[in-house]
C-alpha cells in the first residue's frame, strides 16, 4: 500500500478517553459490587457493568488494530486495558461466587470492597491526568498501590481470623472470594505501574 493511502486514511481515536471511559466503568463495578454487599443491588447489576466494560475494552482493541500512529505505546495501551479489565472481572467472579455458594457479607468483604472501590478511584484519576498533566497522575498512581498494600493486609487479616475456626468448608469458600480481592487490588497495582511506565516515556 503506498504510504500517502496509509496517512491519508489516519485515524482520530482518542485513546486516553477510551481508557478513561474503560475504568470508570471498572469504577462504577466495583461500586456496585459494594451494592452488593449492602444488599442494595442484585447480581445483574454486576453483572451488565462488566459486560459494558468489556464492550469498552473490545473498541479499544479495534481501535488498535486499525489505528497506524498511537499516542503511547500501542503494547502499553494494550496491557494497561488488560489490568483494568482484570480489576472488574475478578470484582465480578466474587458476586457470583457468593451467588452459588450462598455466601453472606462480612466486615473483611466489606472493608476490601470499600478500598477496591478507592483504589479504582485513584486509577481513574490518574488515567485521567495521564494526557496533559502526567506528574499529577504520578500522585494518583502512588496513592493506589498504597491502597493496594492495605487491601493485602486486610486480606490476610481475614485469612487469619478464617482459619482460626473449624468449619473447613466455610474457610475454602471464604478463602477464594478474599482472593478475588486481593487479585482484583493487584491488578490495581499492576494497571498504576503500566502509569508510571508510560509517564517515564513520556518524559
Known amino acids: ?11 482520530e481515536v482518542d485513546f ?13 463495578g466495583c461500586k456496585a ?26 473498541i479499544l482493541i479495534d481501535e488498535i488494530n486499525q489505528t497506524f500512529l498511537t499516542p503511547m505505546d500501542r503494547e502499553d495501551i494494550f496491557t494497561l486495558s488488560r489490568a483494568i479489565d482484570d480489576v472488574i472481572d475478578h ?5 457470583k461466587e457468593m451467588e452459588v455458594f450462598e455466601v453472606s457479607a462480612n466486615e473483611f468483604l466489606i472493608k476490601m470492597a470499600e478500598l ?11 488515567i485521567k491526568h495521564l494526557k496533559k498533566n ?3 497522575a504520578i500522585e494518583y498512581v502512588v496513592r493506589a498501590k498504597r491502597l493496594e498494600n492495605k487491601m493485602n493486609d486486610t486480606f490476610l487479616a481475614a485469612l ?27 491488578r ?11 509517564v517515564v516515556k513520556m518524559g
Open 1 to 11: 500500500m503506498a504510504l500517502w493511502k496509509i496517512f491519508g486514511n489516519k485515524r
Open 16 to 28: 486516553y478517553e477510551l481508557l478513561v471511559e474503560q475504568s470508570e466503568k471498572t469504577l462504577l
Open 33 to 58: 459490587l459494594v451494592k452488593y454487599l449492602d444488599n442494595t443491588a442484585d447480581h445483574d447489576e454486576m453483572s451488565r457493568l462488566e459486560q459494558e466494560a468489556d464492550d469498552i475494552r473490545r
Open 91 to 95: 470484582a465480578y467472579n466474587t458476586v
Open 116 to 126: 477496591l472501590v478507592k483504589g479504582a478511584e485513584e486509577l481513574t484519576n490518574a
Open 134 to 136: 502526567p506528574n499529577v
Open 160 to 186: 487469619n481470623q478464617l482459619f482460626a475456626g473449624n468449619n473447613i468448608r466455610q474457610m475454602l469458600i471464604y478463602r477464594e472470594i478474599y482472593r478475588h480481592f486481593n487479585r482484583s487490588a493487584d
Open 188 to 198: 490495581v497495582d499492576e494497571a498504576a505501574n503500566i502509569i508510571s511506565d508510560i
